[in-house]
């Protein structure tokens, strides 16, 4: 139960920043390197949220984040990914991969989803909540530093939010490319 409650965000249910941070020190580099497999690692933000919560009240915003982390959830489901709760209007996720095509098309489909949902949010120019997301590849692991990663993932985050695009912005760090 003590374990249950540092792992997980209490407003979500999924897992947070400290249990990310645990899950990538132990990842089995050596195994990962050797069966070529690629780690997908991205973050995503609700676009615009402090004023959401502004206008809107602090329930619904906190709806907002429910319904956003079941939608991150159930589309990295269909690529053994895990999803995180990072911080405020941030989650995170993961996914190990030799293919990385469907877990790329899942990651892309969110903001797709979300468009569908059209939840309102009259102070955003389109008027419903979007979300940006910032992505990297690799498969560098006898280099892996995770501090780096996050750091590639959130300046391609902040690319992707500045473009007002609505799309995610991947970094490919893989040594084939």
């Known amino acids: 139960m003590v374990e249950k409650i540092a792992t997980t965000d209490s407003l979500t249910g999924i897992y947070n920043r400290h249990y990310l941070n645990q899950k990538m020190a132990k990842l089995p580099l050596q195994a990962l390197e050797q ?4 780690l997908v690692f991205f973050i995503l933000q609700i676009d615009w949220f402090k004023n959401y919560v502004d206008y809107y009240g602090f329930e619904k915003g906190d709806e907002l984040l429910k319904t956003v982390s079941k939608l991150v959830v159930n589309q990295l ?5 895990t999803v995180y709760r990072v911080g405020g209007s941030q989650f995170a996720g993961t996914s190990i991969d030799k293919d990385i095509t469907k877990t790329l098309t899942q990651i892309n489909e969110i903001e797709i989803l979300l468009n569908e949902l059209a939840i309102p949010h009259a102070l955003s120019m389109e008027k419903i909540v979007h979300v940006s997301i ?8 006898q280099q892996f530093d995770f501090n780096e990663l996050y750091k590639k993932a959130d300046r391609a985050l902040y690319q992707a939010f500045e473009t007002q695009n609505h799309k995610a912005i991947v970094i490919d760090k893989r040594h084939s490319n």
Request: charged share 20%; hydrophobic share 30%; aromatic share 12%.
């Open 35 to 38: 069966q070529k497999t690629n």
């Open 77 to 81: 489901k269909n690529v053994n990914g």
């Open 134 to 141: 910032g992505i990297v590849i690799y498969d560098q692991f």
